[in-house]
Structures are given as C-alpha cells and as structure tokens.
C-alpha cells in the first residue's frame, strides 16, 4: 500500500489530504501529523478571539481553484446566513473562526469520501521531530520516538514563532513576562496592570493583539514599535479594475523599472482621486512570476528597501476594524512608534523598555507590563530552537534559499532540493516554507494553487509507479 505522510494539518496539509483522497484511484495510505489540537485549522483558523477578521472577502476564500463560490455557496447555507444577502456577505469580512469550520466540513467529507474509496487516513496528534530519507522511502520520527515511513512526504508544517528580539539583555525572552507566541489567548490575558502593553511589531498580527488586549479588558496605553511605524491601511477598494500597470510589465522589467512604472501609475490614478490599492491588487496575480524573475541582487534590494512598503500596501485590514484603531489612537491608547528597540529589562514590578523614537529623535525609556512579540513567523529555520527542519537542513536533506526566507524546492514539482541542489523525489514542500520561492506563499489563494497541484503529482507518480 502506498503512504503518505502529511506534517502539519493546518490549511495546507488538510486540503493536500482533501485531494489526495479525491484524486486517489488506488488504495492509499494518509498519515496526518498535527502537533497541537488545532486540526485542520492550524494558527489562522482557529483564533483566540471570533472577533478577529479574515483580511479578505468572503468571495474569495474558497478553499478550491477550481470552484471559487465554494466558500460563500458554503456560508449561505449555513443557519446565521440563509436569509441573508448574497452579494454582501461575499463581499464582508467575516470571522477566521468560521473559516476554521468551514475546513473542519472539508475534511469531514473527504473523510467520507475515503472511506468509500476504502483509503485508510489516519490523524496523529504528535509532531514530527526528525526526518530521514531512506533508498525507498521518507522516515519520520514522532515526538514519542515511534517512527513512521513512507512513500510520499508533505512538510505542510506552516509558520513558525517569531524569532527573539536582538536587543542587549536577549535573556529576557525567557521572561515570563514576554510572550513569543501572540497567537497564543495567554499573551493578551491574565493583565492585571493597566502599566502599557508593548507590542514589537506593527502589522496584522499586532491589530488582532490590540483587539485581542480590549477583550480581554485591558484599559491601559499599547505602545507598538516598529522600524518604520507605517500606519496600517483599511481595504477602500472601489471595484475599479486598472489594468495598465500589469499591461507595461514585460518578461524582462527589472526591479528598478517596476518601481518607476508603478509610481508612475500611482501618480496617474492619484490624479483621479483614488488609492493604490487597485494597482496592488493588479500586481497580485503576478508576484510569484515577478519574484521569479528577479536577479538574487534586485530580491536583495526588495528585501531592504521594499518589502515592509509592499507589506503595508498589500496587508490591509477591514475598514471597521481600521476605523476602530483610529479612534484608539485619537483616544490616546494606543501609540504606534517608528523606532529601535535597544533593550528590555525586568526589575521586581514592572519592565524598563528602552527604544530609539525616529521621530523625536531621542532615546525613550518605557515602564510595561508585558511585551508581546508580533513581528511575524521567522523564516531562518537554522534560528528556530528544536525543529525537524533545522536537523534536515544541518544533514543536507533540505536547503535554504539564499535569502533564508525558506526552503529549496523545484519550481515545477515543489519537491524538497537538497544541499546539492538535487531534487528529493517524494518529498514536497508547500505553504510559507516556499516563500524563497514564490515569495507570496502565504494565503489561501496561493495555498488552494499548491495543495492541487502537489497531490496531482503524487497521483501521477503513483499511477507511473515512481
Ligand atoms: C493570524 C493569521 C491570519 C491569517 N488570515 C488570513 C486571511 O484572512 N486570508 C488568507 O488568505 N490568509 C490568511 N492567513 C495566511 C495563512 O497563513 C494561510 O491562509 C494558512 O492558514 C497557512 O496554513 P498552513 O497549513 O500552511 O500553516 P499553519 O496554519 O501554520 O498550520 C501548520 C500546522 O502544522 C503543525 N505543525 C507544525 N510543526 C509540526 C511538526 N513538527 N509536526 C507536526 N505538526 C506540526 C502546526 O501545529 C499547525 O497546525 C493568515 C495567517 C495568520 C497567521
């Protein structure tokens, strides 16, 4: 029997399994490994809080490529929305909660499917801690050193915690105090101060922290640091549709001329009394393609100079929730710093946070009562503490792209490239891990494209017996 064996089960490894099971027309085998209890939601579906949003439209949600309403035909036979108009709940901003349900039905189905299909799936709660390639086959072993092999692996294992700020006492990220996970209900509960919250970081996972502290009755100041202190932007989109940028791309634009091209048509829609946002949105559809193309030196440049631009103009957060942030700074609660971190210190009562203010320019010395970091996943995996990917990248297994946003893999297949650069047949890689890669390999857009095309080529190789 052929076997399967799937890391993570959080969107990625729940819709490869989904397919596996629709595409397989010979007996298979399906091991899902999830370490936490979070089963097919993994950290975006299953929130601390229902408040917390999904940052895109319902009508463009769908778990398939292939059958884009299949997400708002979902929701619309759902109780809470039967009566309700379609047009404006494919166009709303709905719970990641309910997103997590909506898996959570993908799954059952498919498991409906395979038991039809007499596919045996088998969930473990476990989480990988090692992987070895043999001369046939992938073994894995299991938090409780059982070991499992098989024919096929998927490391779908997702975002990893945010890496420690580098600041002078770096013992203080084992305060209790600090919380390196904020997806975690712990890093936004418990506050019996109303001292300020620190929050390093100043993108989306910081406005679910800031929404995350009010419910859980926090009433003092958060103060979020960040290099730049850009002001997160709401989705204003007023349905036009501009084509002219993407028109006057070519397959041999540089960076440099992207960059002139598009603020030459920022210019031109600003004339006009819009936003960006459209111009961004018309470049979505083409960033894989255009990250591809890039030289290693222009990716360089992006990274430095760019990427937290792109990051703003492309991560943009519903309008209510924007306007309620707005209205937190008018109230003077929450204050949204551009600046260094230089140190955090614990006395017995309180913590002494000290950062540069680039716009006061001076050096400020904060009294908290936590610090919560919210600077997004790491993507160094030879930084992460005690991780199966960081042994295999250390063996040669896998590799890293050079600018350590991810792992190596073949742009056609997805499979795993070792440290040679061959390709590790059987062994694919999807989600962040691919954002070397890809760059954009992150939302469910780019994911549904992914978990398709990796279980199509399992299918293909097991049907020419490779
Ligand atoms: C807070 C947040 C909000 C988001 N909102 C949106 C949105 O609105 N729209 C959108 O399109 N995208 C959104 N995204 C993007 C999101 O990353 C993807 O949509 C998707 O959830 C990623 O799924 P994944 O399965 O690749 O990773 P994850 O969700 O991280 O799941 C990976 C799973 O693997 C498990 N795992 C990790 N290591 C191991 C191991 N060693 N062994 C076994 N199991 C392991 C984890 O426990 C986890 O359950 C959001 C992301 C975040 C973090």
Known sequence: MIKIAIIGAGFSGTMIGVHLIKMANVPIEIK????TDALNTGIAY?????????NVVSSRMSAFASDPDHFLNWLMLQDHFRDKDRTLIANSFLPRCLYGEYLKDIWKDALIQAEGKKIQVDVINSSVKDLTLLNDSIDLELKDKSRLSANYAIIASGNHLPGNPKIKSSFFSRSAKYFQNPWDIR?????NSKEPVLIIGNGLTMVDTVIGLLENGFQGKIVSISPNGFNILPHRHNGLSYTKLVEEIGEKTSLFELVKLFNKHMKLIREYGLSAEPLIDSLRPLTQTIW???TIDEKRIFMTRLRHLWGVARHRIPLHIHDKLQQLRIEGRLHIVSGKLLDIIENEDNIMAMYYDKKEKQTVQLAV???????????DLLKLDDNYLKKA???GILSQDELKLGINADPDTFEALDSSGHIQSGLYVMGSNLKGLLWESTAVSELRVQA???AGDIRGKIIRGA
């Not at 919560?372 to 790491?378: A, D, K, L, M, Q």
Request: hydrophobic fraction near 35%; proline fraction near 5%.
């Open 46 to 54: 299953n929130p601390y809080s229902k408040k917390v949003l999904l």
């Open 292 to 294: 591809k193309r890039l």
């Open 452 to 454: 398709e095309k990796i």
């Open 393 to 395: 990248l250390l063996q």
């Open 32 to 35: 899902l490994i999830n370490e």
């Open 187 to 191: 890093s936004v509960s418990g506050i």
């Open 369 to 379: 009562s936590r610090v919560i970091n919210c600077t997004g996943p790491e993507t």
